[in-house]
């Protein structure tokens, strides 16, 4: 049996990959222990899925996953985890802001006797005023919106334990947001932690539309509070309007008052048709999420796996989730 599996999600990471790569196995060397870098391609348009199968061809601790197209960061690290072969698995990104080195930490915790050691970021390197402010509101808020206890300030560089690895497969939810999924379920968890440092090369896979969407994924995925929300902010909204009405009654039948043109009218219309535009748009979140998972349909297909001599466990993946 391997005892680590490395996971590494990669889209058009050229210019970081080899680097990746050689600090990887700097670290892994030094556990004396059988090991698998497992590279998930996440439908890369560069030479990434080149550079790895070279780096298959020279290393048997090498494998590659190779997508038939994007299908999203959370889903490659899904399907590492159905590939993996190790009875530990380190989920890390391949851009080198999660220093290798902290594996070794990570290990230690799991040979204590955790499950879960996920890295909790410390300080954040190389990163604008508006970056760091928007991650520190979007965790709190994770944090207050979601019935699930998901530790604030850390991603998606965690070990996990391979019982819970097999727990995690068995939940065949669409829209995934993994570390979530790790909190929901349970188990002995800890944290190391560390400083991320600046990215080695190459640029960000998550712009402020992409951090947005996984903050609504990790949200609605977690939590129907917004449809709370909803009904509350309706309630609130109707009381208002009624006691409005009053003082348009009393000025009508007791004053001599009237409200001038029409601006007034027409401002309250436009705010609470734009009210109950978010709220069909939040109905809408949790329908379309519906439809997804009505569909049922495999959450990657992968047209490619190449290397991996040590690995024992190349049929591991559900034929639900991969054709």
């Not at 061809?57 to 038939?68: A, I």
């Not at 994007?70 to 399907?79: D, E, L, V």
């Amino acid at each position: 049996m391997v005892q680590y599996s490395i996971i590494v999600p990669m889209y058009n990471e050229e210019a970081v990959i080899e680097e990746t790569y050689k600090r990887l196995k700097e670290v892994m060397d030094q556990t004396r222990e059988s090991y698998e870098l497992l590279f998930v391609n996440d439908g890369s348009r560069d030479r990434t899925v080149e550079i790895v199968s070279r780096l298959c061809d020279s290393d048997s601790n090498v494998r590659l996953l190779d997508f038939s197209r994007n299908f999203g960061h959370q889903i490659a690290i899904t399907a590492g985890m159905d590939y993996a072969a190790g009875r530990a698995i380190v989920v890390i990104d391949a851009d080198l802001q999660d220093p290798p080195s902290i594996i070794l930490e990570m290990i230690g915790k799991w040979k204590e006797g955790f499950d879960v050691v996920y890295g909790k970021r410390s300080k954040r390197k190389g990163e604008t005023i508006f970056k760091k402010a928007t991650a520190k509101f979007f965790y709190r808020l994770l944090r207050s919106m979601t019935n699930v206890e998901i530790p604030v300030d850390t991603g998606d560089f965690r070990l996990i334990d391979r019982k819970v690895a097999d727990v995690l497969r068995g939940l065949k939810e669409k829209n995934r947001f993994v570390r979530g999924l790790v909190s929901w379920v349970g188990f002995r968890q800890t944290s190391v932690e560390y400083v991320r440092e600046e990215r080695w090369a190459g640029e960000t896979k998550y712009p402020l539309k992409k951090m947005i969407r996984f903050a609504m994924d990790g949200i609605t995925s977690f939590s129907y509070k917004p449809l709370k929300l909803a009904t509350y902010l309706g309630f609130f909204l109707s009381g208002l309007s009624f006691i409005y009405l009053l003082v348009v009654l009393y000025q009508a039948l007791f004053t001599e008052s009237t409200t001038a043109g029409w601006a007034s009218t027409v401002a309250i219309n436009l705010f609470f048709n734009g009210i109950v535009l978010i709220l069909l748009g939040i109905i809408g979140e949790y329908i379309g999420r519906i439809y997804d998972e009505s569909k049922d349909r495999p959450l990657y297909i992968i047209q490619e796996v190449k290397g991996g001599a040590s690995s024992t466990r190349e049929q591991a993946p559900e034929p639900e989730r991969v054709r």
